[in-house]
């Protein structure tokens, strides 16, 4: 069985970073596949290997846009 603390914390952490407001806003999976030009299915092994931070809530995964914005930028630099 899962810790929910533990999962908290690590959802929190990168959080805590942050003194942007921006940490507080999220994108639904479909902005972030439209986004990253990547399909549903690289979006969940993206979850699954922790590429991509998210948090569940009502079914629905969401992303922090910084860490969005922070993927993109990482992808531009390595090219």
Known sequence: MKDPNSELNNLISPMN???DASAYEFYESHNVMRLLKISESTLYRYRKQKLIAYTK???????????????????????
């Open 17 to 19: 970073k942050l003194d």
């Open 57 to 79: 809530l009502g079914g629905k995964y969401l992303y922090p846009k910084i860490s969005i914005k922070n993927l993109i930028h990482k992808a531009m630099n390595q090219q």
